[in-house]
């Protein structure tokens, strides 16, 4: 479950967004700092998510092919 948790960056970003007005220059400013985080904490997890099910399918032809030798 270590690999679901929220960046540090992201969770403070949205405490700092929390304390200004909605409409504000200042909070328009931090959701689209806010959003690049988000699409580069998200884009992280989607790379690593595809290297595991490579790594899963090679083991899996791996043995497949110790199999067959056999």
């Known amino acids: 479950m270590s690999e679901n948790f929220i ?3 992201i969770i403070k970003i949205q405490k700092k967004l929390a304390s200004f007005e ?3 220059r200042n ?3 931090y959701t689209k700092i806010l959003a690049k985080h988000i699409k580069k904490f998200t884009m992280k997890k989607r790379v690593t998510s595809h290297i595991k099910t490579i790594e899963t399918v090679q083991k899996i032809d791996e043995e497949l092919n110790k199999k067959n030798q056999e």
Request: aromatic share 12%; glycine share 12%.
């Open 27 to 29: 909070y328009k400013k």
């Open 22 to 24: 909605k409409g504000s």
């Open 7 to 9: 960046s540090e960056d």
